[in-house]
């Protein structure tokens, strides 16, 4: 075996026709343990399945020597927006989201009704259930669709052609639409988690409702369209990384969902591309982050913005956030979403409809496909 170096980090070379990584995926797998069992093993070097291409890593590299020399990203930082006094600063809130929604797609919620205690203990919460007995942890421990209430590596383990993401996941269907059996969640989390979603389906109704104001619909226009029908928590737990550099806690990705509030703790990671270049968007304390979804870029007629966006893997942890996910069905609805037709204008030509409808499980079809070329996944759907 060959020893290289990328990126200042050591990696294991082995020859190609002797390394079957679907092997090492299922090995990996079948432990039930997650990324956390690996970390937990002390290993000094990276299983190879987590490892990134030379390739993507000397690319890697080269990025992040433009980007020091230009120092773009710290020069600009995602809007904050503050909720206090709403009722009174509405007209003035809707305009920031609406300047936040179409530019960035991101934006930080200060005074958003949910407790900082309750955001703490639900982090808590995340942390307990990661970190709790492996032998009960891996009764929840599954690649079920269809199962409200699981824990994996990922859902695209198998089918996804990049280096597996350094992260664990524990994945809750909240709403779907009928609210979850209390049972089904875990006893280490169960309070805290129905405690932090009812704040955040409170949270969510405001959100959908300045969402269409900002733009220019009635109040109830995105609410009326199942918008926020459907919600799906996601508790992820980043293990500390001894070589961060060679892998990724997420890899680029939108989410497909009309739109997701994030919770995060203060160990930071997460960055958004704008314009070509990646932005962190670094922990505010009692924040929750806001990021538009692609079903929303597609009915506001790409008004809003799904943005693209990763995480890095870190040498400190565990790093521990909460995506809230609101969207409709994603199973067997037949009903179409495409442009909404009061955003569409006969009399100008920039108004002019630039998707096709389209199913959410069609849409979902096309996300999960293995033919994916790097683009947009709702550049399928142009037309």
Avoid at 25 to 50: C, E, M, Q
Avoid at 227 to 245: A, D, E, R
Avoid at 347 to 364: A, F, H, L, S, W
Wanted: aromatic share 10%.
């Amino acid at each position: 075996m060959k020893k290289a170096y990328i990126n200042g980090e050591k990696l294991a070379v082995q020859d190609e026709s002797c390394y079957d990584r679907m092997k090492e995926l299922k090995a990996l797998d079948d432990t039930k343990t997650g990324v956390k069992g690996v970390a937990d093993s002390g290993l000094l070097n990276i299983p190879r399945i987590f490892v990134r291409p030379p390739e993507e890593l000397a690319e890697e590299k080269k990025y992040l020597l433009l980007a020091d020399k230009s120092k773009f990203h710290e020069k600009v930082l995602i809007p904050v927006i503050d909720l206090e006094d709403m009722e009174i600063r509405r007209e003035e809130i809707v305009n920031e989201i609406r300047l936040a929604s179409g530019s960035w797609g991101f934006f930080q919620l200060l005074n958003h009704g949910v407790p900082e205690t309750v955001m703490d203990e639900m982090l808590k919460g995340v942390a307990r259930f990661h970190e709790q007995d492996t032998e009960v942890k891996k009764q929840y421990y599954s690649r079920e669709f269809t199962r409200k209430v699981k824990y994996n590596m990922s859902l695209d383990w198998y089918q996804s052609k990049s280096a597996a993401k350094w992260k664990d996941t524990f994945s809750c269907a909240m709403l779907a639409p009928d609210l979850i059996d209390p049972r089904e969640l875990p006893d280490v989390c169960r309070d805290i988690i129905l405690e932090y979603t009812a704040y955040v389906r409170i949270l969510g109704d405001t959100l959908i409702e300045l969402l269409s104001e900002a733009l220019g619909l009635e109040k109830n226009h995105l609410k009326d369209m199942d918008c926020t029908k459907f919600l799906s928590v996601l508790c992820h737990y980043y293990p500390p990384c001894p070589q961060p550099n060679l892998t990724m806690g997420a890899y680029k990705h939108t989410d497909r969902n009309f739109f997701t509030l994030l919770l995060q703790d203060n160990i930071g990671g997460l960055q958004i591309l704008y314009e070509n270049h990646w932005v962190d968007i670094k922990p505010t304390p009692g924040a929750l982050v806001v990021n538009i979804g692609d079903l929303l870029q597609l009915i506001s007629n790409a008004k809003f913005r799904s943005a693209e966006h990763r995480v890095l893997a870190n040498r400190v942890g565990p790093r521990l956030s909460v995506a809230s996910f609101f969207g409709t069905n994603v199973m067997n609805s037949a009903k179409l979403y495409g442009p909404i037709k009061e955003l569409i204008s006969n009399e100008d030509e920039n108004d002019v409809p630039i998707y096709r409808n389209v199913t959410v499980p069609e849409y979902m079809k096309q996300c999960y496909s293995n033919d994916k070329d790097g683009a947009h996944p709702l550049s399928h759907f142009k037309l």
